[in-house]
């Protein structure tokens, strides 16, 4: 049986590790968003140039597909 230190020890260690886990995830997660925020400008833009373009009577569309 565990004596009292013992499982002090490990759940302090275990807490420490889902805390450390935890704050890296967020640091992820915040990067993540980071890079999705880069990229809704030039995707605004190109939204825009598509709305120009399809107005040329000479310009295809493309189907979507998901």
Do not use: C, F
């Not at 968003?33 to 373009?53: F, H, R, T």
């Amino acid at each position: 049986m565990a004596t009292p230190q013992e499982l002090y020890d490990e759940t302090k260690t275990r807490l420490d590790l889902n805390i450390a886990k935890a704050q890296m995830l967020e640091r992820e997660i915040q990067e993540k968003v980071a890079e999705k925020n880069k990229l809704m400008q030039p995707i605004m833009e190109d939204q825009g140039a598509l709305k120009q373009l399809e107005k040329l009577s000479d310009v295809v569309q493309a189907v979507e597909t998901k």
